[in-house]
């Protein structure tokens, strides 16, 4: 199994700035995801975290908006950057073993863009 | 591409009774794993059960089982005696690494 720490669990921000959500597993993992989840949706991958190289984004969106690190094997961040009251969601990141047995979600960050 | 369908945006259930969430998938492959993911308004989520293809055999847990129809692409959810608790959004997931998730189905419970 694997523990994450998401952090903020909350936040409301000003249009125009920046926030950093951070992820932190109790474990090393390989592939760490990032979701966003608007209201009453489903999950979208926004982009695949991967140790050691640039993110991978899904279509429709972009590094300059939403800039990812990968530091190490255990720990990740998500900006959203330039934020607009379109980007207000919850954000979650996720772990995966290898071998698809199951996923890992940290609690989310309900973020509120005013 | 793999596709998860959810036909059910939202499904309610009585107190004690059981209810069924469908799901269905498309893929290629023939190993893979379909999830039940609940997520209550803690926002968590939360893995309910979990089904392997090359198994036969559907997954129970608890008050939880599926009905796995492998050659229909199918994967329903049934709770049995239904409780306040279980009042979430369910999600059905394919692996595919990341996963791929349906739209969900809210489902409330009725005291």
């Known amino acids: 199994s694997a523990v994450i720490s998401q952090k903020p669990s909350r936040d409301i921000c000003q249009r125009g700035t920046s926030l950093t959500i951070q992820c932190q597993v109790d474990s090393q993992v390989t592939m760490m995801f990032w979701y966003r989840q608007q209201p009453g949706q489903s999950l979208t991958l926004i982009a695949t975290a991967n140790q050691g190289s640039e993110a991978t984004y899904e279509s429709g969106f972009v590094i300059d908006k939403f800039p990812i690190s990968r530091p190490n094997l255990t720990f990740s961040t998500l900006t959203v950057s330039n934020m607009s009251p379109e980007d207000s969601s919850i954000y979650l990141c996720?772990?995966?073993?290898?071998?698809?047995?199951?996923?890992?979600f940290g609690q989310g960050t309900r973020l509120t863009v005013v | 591409a793999q596709t998860v369908t959810q036909s059910q945006p939202e499904m309610s259930v009585q107190e004690a009774e059981t209810v069924t969430l469908s799901c269905t998938y498309d893929?290629?492959?023939?190993?893979?794993?379909l999830f039940w993911y609940k997520q209550p308004p803690s926002r968590q989520m939360i893995l309910v059960i979990r089904q392997e293809a090359y198994k036969q055999q559907n997954a129970t847990e608890n008050r939880f089982s599926v009905n796995f129809q492998k050659a229909a692409k199918s994967f329903s959810l049934k709770i049995s005696d239904s409780q306040l608790g279980d009042a979430a959004m369910y999600f059905c997931?394919?692996?595919?690494?990341?996963?791929?998730f349906g739209k969900g189905t809210r489902l409330s419970v009725i005291a």
């Open positions: 997931a394919y692996s595919n690494t990341p996963l791929v």
């Open positions: 996720s772990v995966e073993h290898r071998g698809n047995t199951e996923a890992f």
């Open positions: 893929t290629s492959e023939s190993d893979y794993y």
